[in-house]
Nanobody, 121 residues
Framework: QVQLVESGGGLVQAGGSLRLSCVASGTIRSINAMGWYRQAPGKQRELVASITSGGRTNYADSVKGRFTISRDNAKNMVYLQMNSMKPEDAAVYYC???????????????WGKGTLVTVSS
């Protein structure tokens, strides 16, 4: 089994910054794509940013130029640096990863439990 644990959420003022971290642990041979999603109250979960094992990134239009996703493959970690934050960035942020275990020829998708980000105006 694999666990994803997020950290770094909290309260920030509009215009401020936060850095989220997520670590994957368990039976892991390798991790393909990793990403961050968010879900605000009453809204659907949406992709914020993703990154492949080779470092190719993808961002939601709403966060381009403000958020940066990165990863440390040796540590099985992914990060989300959030700058110039806006009230509409407030949500529960979830870590997601496609993990390749041992003995399987395909990756399994996992989710973390989420970390709450609140942005005051």
């Amino acid at each position: 089994q694999v666990q994803l644990v997020e950290s770094g959420g909290g309260l920030v003022q509009a215009g401020g910054s936060l850095r989220l971290s997520c670590v994957a642990s368990g039976t892991i041979r390798s991790i393909n794509a990793m990403g961050w999603y968010r879900q605000a109250p009453g809204k659907q979960r949406e992709l914020v940013a993703s990154i492949t094992s080779g470092g190719r990134t993808n961002y939601a239009d709403s966060v381009k130029g403000r958020f940066t996703i990165s990863r440390d493959n040796a540590k099985n970690m992914v990060y989300l640096q959030m700058n110039s934050m806006k009230p509409e960035d407030a949500a529960v942020y979830y870590c997601n990863a496609d993990v390749l275990g041992y003995g399987l020829g395909y990756a399994t998708n996992y989710w973390g439990k989420g970390t709450l980000v609140t942005v005051s105006s």
